[in-house]
């Protein structure tokens, strides 16, 4: 069936550092990969989304770079911060109407 | 703009005993899902509706949860009995369009704890 991998499943990094999470994706007809956020107790949020017709995508300090012929895309935090700190997922979806989320990963950004 | 609402936030129940989550999406919004996310994992579509249609619950445990979507705005997703696996935060989300490439905004969720 439909599966995205998603690692690592924890990261710490030193504050201003980068960090990047990768993630494969298994359903060829995949078309839309969101990235969410989602901080101890609170909801997940939309960080930045990437579709199938490009290969990069970036917003300040978020980069999200796609390889749809590996299945692989991943996201890129420059200059990270405190405030960084949260569980970060991956997803992949397409025409069937369905998201299907990576496994997440703790992100720690010491000061 | 209101987000998308659930309540309650928080339920402890014993097992066997019926419980109900209720979901008020973003005005406007004709996509509904029902999520169920264990601790440490990511969400899990549990059920999707297109207005008051469920045209994607193919991953709920039909013989204990059961949903709806009366009039396609607000929706319920029960589950009786609960057992003590069903701890866990149901999540809902909603979207504008019916593809997988509209942005899903989520709830807060109601974190349920069986005892």
């Known amino acids: 069936g439909e599966n995205v991998e998603q690692h690592p499943s924890t990261l710490s990094v030193q504050e201003g550092d980068s960090a990047v999470i990768k993630c494969t994706y298994s359903?060829?007809?995949?078309?839309?990969f969101p990235w969410y956020k989602q901080e101890l107790g609170k909801r997940p949020q939309l960080i930045i989304d990437?579709?199938?017709?490009?290969g990069e995508k970036k917003d300040q300090r978020i980069a999200v770079t796609l390889n749809k012929t590996a299945k692989h895309f991943s996201l890129h935090i420059t200059e990270t911060q405190p405030e960084d700190s949260a569980v970060y997922f991956c997803a992949a979806g397409g025409n069937t109407g369905k998201l299907i989320f990576g496994q997440g990963t703790t992100l720690q950004v010491k000061p | 703009e209101a987000g998308v609402v659930q309540s309650p936030r928080y339920k402890i129940i014993e097992k066997k005993q019926p419980v109900a989550f209720w979901c008020n999406p973003i005005s406007g919004h004709n996509t509904l899902y029902w999520y169920l996310q264990n601790l440490g994992q990511g969400p899990e579509l549990l059920i999707r509706y297109e207005n008051e249609e469920a045209v994607d619950d193919s991953q709920l445990p039909k013989d204990r949860f059961s949903a709806e979507r009366l009039k396609g705005v607000d929706s319920t997703l029960k589950i009786q009995p609960a057992e003590l696996g069903d701890s866990a935060v149901y999540l809902c989300?909603?979207?504008?369009?019916?593809?997988?490439?509209?942005?899903?905004?989520f709830g807060p969720g109601t974190r349920l704890t069986v005892l």
């Open positions: 989300a909603s979207s504008t369009g019916t593809s997988g490439s509209d942005e899903q905004f």
């Open positions: 359903d060829s007809a995949s078309n839309y």
């Open positions: 990437i579709r199938s017709n490009v």
